[in-house]
């Protein structure tokens, strides 16, 4: 309010986007970029959040177990109590229970570092199928994570290595 620029409204664009008040940040977009017409990022990300809300206006909404349910804070406290009882299950070892817990968190608030994640829950359990299926879908979510990419190309190869030595035995 003090000093308006149009760098100051995208960034408070891209911060309402991640408390999840997106009508907000379209808002703070827009006035960017009345300001400032050649800020490429901004538009991209305008671009990108009207197409979100175009998305999910046409999606069915069932009511059931939606993360519309929660308000940014609720949802943000949900996630917590489910990492900290995720976290007595990684500490016991019980891959099964933590990986169960983690799908939860994804399912509120998908991102390419939660799938990573979930891969590595998957290859510390021997299951290099799983690893390398979640750590594709954070990729693809995401193609910047370089030790990412590093760690897929590592776990394909051992997969390969193990199809091998599977047929020649």
Known sequence: AAEPTALRYANRGALLYRLGKLQEALESY????ELDSGLSKAKDDMAKLEAQLEEESLLPTSGEGKDDDF????RAAKIKELRNER???????DWDKA???HDKIIELDPTPLRYVNKGSMYYRMGNLEQAVENYRIALEMNPNLGRAKKDLQRL???LAKKKVSAKSE
């Not at 827009?30 to 970029?33: F, G, N, P, S, T």
């Not at 308000?71 to 609720?74: A, I, K, L, Q, Y």
């Not at 976290?87 to 070892?93: G, S």
């Open 30 to 33: 827009r006035k960017a970029l």
């Open 71 to 74: 308000s940014p804070e609720e």
């Open 87 to 93: 976290q007595k299950y990684l500490d016991k070892k």
């Open 99 to 101: 990986i169960e817990l």
């Open 156 to 158: 394909e190869a051992e």
